[in-house]
């Protein structure tokens, strides 16, 4: 082999190894923003070490559906929505002095298994005015990994919320329940069918036609945009994250914290 060929090889040996780098700087970057929010210690069973690979990004589920077109869209608020753009969704306590705000990807496991383990009871200590309990939806793994589930699940919300709280709140719990939550490499939500089979089991939502029609035609788009971008806006990190009266708590004291406020 000459020299100047040695070189080349030596050369694109380097490159190689500089790109192979940066990918895997990159999957820990990631990994980093989704599960900075830790899970419950004691409670929720988080499996180290999670893959997402993202499969099946197109054909018929949906999830070819062209967001680009939402950006540009006129922005239409669900009825029960709060807020600037109607970005503040309140599940409770809205005369109450405390504050709770949670910040999750409808796509992310780790937030499914914190909704199974405390949603409930985050939920009903809104329910009995120990504080607001406000929602906040974001797409950190639409946009890390591809695929536009966080996004279409946030529509389908926006969509329930113009039913009413209560239909959100139910059909919120049932997409991050065990039986319905996908795993991390299936990017379900995407799929609209998917979605309203899930939605048969809310009674405000089953056989409700403008909810349909309203999931189908994607009449929430440009809200569920306009709540991620809110999401992004306030610096979240990772998730699930979970902040009383704007200070972040770790999940795993927020039993003990639920427990000061009288949840």
């Not at 694109?12 to 923003?33: D, F, G, P």
């Not at 306590?93 to 914190?114: H, I, M, N, S």
């Not at 971008?229 to 004291?253: H, Q």
Request: aromatic share 6%; charged share 30%.
């Amino acid at each position: 082999m000459s020299k100047r060929n040695s070189q080349e090889a030596k050369r694109a040996a380097r490159e190689r190894l500089r790109i192979e780098r940066e990918k895997q700087a990159k999957k820990e970057k990631v990994r980093r923003q989704l599960f900075v929010g830790g899970a419950v210690v004691g409670l929720l069973a988080v499996v180290g070490g999670i893959a997402f690979a993202v499969s099946a990004l197109g054909g018929d589920d949906g999830s070819d559906k062209d967001w680009s077109a939402a950006k540009s869209a006129k922005l239409v608020q669900p009825a029960n929505a709060e807020g600037e753009k109607g970005t503040t969704v309140v599940l409770g306590g809205k005369d109450a002095e405390k504050t709770v705000d949670v910040y999750e990807d409808l796509r992310c496991p780790a937030c499914a298994q914190f909704e199974q383990q405390l949603g409930e009871r985050v939920k009903k200590g809104a329910e009995a005015d120990k504080y607001q309990l406000r929602v906040h939806l974001g797409a950190i793994i639409d946009g890390n990994f591809g695929g536009n589930g966080s996004k279409n699940a946030a529509s389908a919300l926006g969509a329930a919320l113009d039913v009413s709280t209560e239909a959100f709140k139910e059909y919120h719990g049932l997409l991050y329940s065990a039986e319905h939550h996908p795993a991390e490499s299936e990017d379900k939500f995407a799929d609209n069918e998917y979605l309203l089979d899930v939605a048969k089991n809310v009674d405000e939502l089953k056989g409700n036609k403008q909810f349909q029609k309203d999931v189908n035609k994607g009449t929430f788009d440009k809200w569920a945009l306009e709540m991620i971008a809110s999401f992004d806006d306030a610096g979240i990190e990772g998730t699930p994250t979970v902040k009383i009266d704007g200070k972040k708590i770790e999940t795993n004291l927020l039993p003990t914290e639920l427990e000061k406020l009288g949840a």
